[in-house]
């Protein structure tokens, strides 16, 4: 069996094209996602306050970690949205529930942040 067609990179060569791409991923969901655009500022802001009011490196790593993965969940959803909308832009009832799962997907992640920021804060007072 031949190996995948796009799939023949290796060693640095196929680090730096991974790279490449997920600039380019990145560069998309920000020029095209106002959503992504929105969370990215929020955590411009909220990655350097994870550090500042963590104490010690589990907290920290909490507070960064609830953070970065906002955005994480954010481009998946995006990619959920793109797929389904390539496939088809027909009205149908499993793109619409894929769609919505991905919107609920962000949203338990805003959700699992707000919980571990507040109960690491409070726990501070």
Not at 38 to 45: A, H, I, N, S
Not at 57 to 69: F, H, M, S
Not at 105 to 123: D, E, H, Q, Y
């Given at each position: 069996?031949?190996?995948?067609?796009?799939?023949?990179?290796?060693?640095?060569?196929?680090?730096?094209?991974?790279?490449?791409?997920?600039?380019?991923?990145?560069?998309?969901?920000?020029?095209?996602?106002?959503?992504?655009?929105?969370?990215?500022?929020?955590?411009?802001?909220?990655?350097?306050?994870?550090?500042?009011?963590?104490?010690g490196?589990?907290?920290?790593?909490?507070?960064?970690?609830?953070?970065?993965?906002?955005?994480?969940?954010?481009?998946?959803n995006?990619?959920?949205?793109?797929?389904?909308?390539?496939?088809?832009?027909?009205?149908?009832?499993?793109?619409?529930?894929?769609?919505?799962?991905g919107?609920?997907?962000?949203?338990?992640?805003?959700?699992?942040?707000?919980?571990?920021?507040?109960?690491?804060?409070?726990?501070?007072?």
């Amino acid at each position: 069996m031949s190996p995948h067609p796009y799939k023949n990179r290796t060693g640095l060569a196929r680090i730096v094209h991974a790279l490449h791409n997920s600039a380019s991923g990145l560069r998309t969901a920000w020029r095209t996602e106002s959503a992504f655009r929105q969370e990215g500022m929020l955590t411009l802001v909220m990655l350097p306050l994870a550090f500042w009011l963590g104490h010690g490196g589990i907290e920290r790593a909490l507070l960064a970690g609830t953070v970065l993965l906002i955005p994480v969940v954010e481009l998946l959803n995006t990619a959920v949205e793109y797929t389904v909308d390539r496939v088809s832009l027909e009205r149908h009832e499993l793109s619409k529930t894929a769609k919505d799962m991905g919107s609920a997907a962000v949203l338990l992640t805003l959700l699992l942040t707000f919980i571990v920021w507040c109960t690491i804060l409070i726990s501070h007072f």
